[in-house]
């Protein structure tokens, strides 16, 4: 049974430029949450989806834009992309009001 | 609105004995209580949760956690250390009667001292 995967591992990026990030949640969830960790944090919320809506959203900018499949995977959408976008973004799924399961997450780098 | 604080950002413990790190939460509503584990370059683990019943909550590689509701504490506890269990440890709650969104410390990094 496949944990929750993410892709790519590692991006490198220009200012201005915009990004794509993966997650294929773990069988059987329905549930999938995204966060941002800068270097040296907690995860902060970005959004969770759920039944292909978004369902919450944390104080992050409209740059940031999500979407979920029919088949629960999710993306991670980011525009015009700033320095302090570097972070490592890290995917969870759950089954809705349980507990959390993360994905390795992504490292973004924005030069 | 929801807040976790991680006092300690580092806890140093020598190996064999007993760790502690410590958790304090706040939310308008009952709390949904986590603890995380992360090691270099990884994603967040799971170690246990506490929703209600027995204060003392069992979870995984004999980590166990202590909810203390009058001092709203949900401290993070193992008798013996060892060294593998250095890592960067993440207190996170949620509001059982709001939403789903879960609530995350800034972290504490164990570092067990052989």
Do not use: M
């Not at chain 2, 909550?57 to 193992?78: D, W």
């Not at chain 2, 269990?85 to 995350?104: H, P, T």
């Amino acid at each position: 049974d496949a944990g929750v995967t993410q892709s790519p591992t590692h991006l490198i990026k220009t200012r201005g430029q915009q990004v794509t990030l993966r997650c294929s949640p773990k069988s059987g969830h329905d549930t999938v949450s995204w966060y941002q960790q800068a270097l040296g944090q907690g995860p902060q919320f970005i959004f969770q989806y759920y039944e292909e809506e978004e369902r919450q959203r944390g104080n992050f900018p409209d740059r940031f834009s999500g979407h979920q499949f029919p088949n629960y995977s999710s993306e991670l959408n980011v525009n015009a992309l700033l320095l302090g976008d570097s972070a490592l973004y890290l995917c969870a799924s759950s089954l809705t009001g349980q507990e959390q399961y993360f994905g390795p997450g992504t490292r973004l780098t924005v030069t | 609105a929801q807040s976790v604080a991680q006092p300690e950002d580092q806890v140093n413990v020598a190996e064999g004995n007993p760790l502690t790190v410590k958790c304090t939460y706040s939310v308008s509503g009952n709390p949904y209580l986590f603890w995380y584990v992360q090691y270099p370059n990884r994603g967040l683990q799971f170690l246990l949760k506490y929703i209600t019943g027995d204060n003392l909550v069992k979870g995984s590689y004999g980590f166990e956690a202590e909810f203390n509701k009058s001092q709203t504490s949900f401290h993070l506890k193992k008798p013996s250390a060892l060294v593998s269990d250095s890592a960067l440890y993440f207190c996170a709650v949620r509001d059982l009667n709001r939403d789903d969104k879960i609530i995350f410390g800034k972290g504490t990094r164990l570092h067990i001292l052989p």
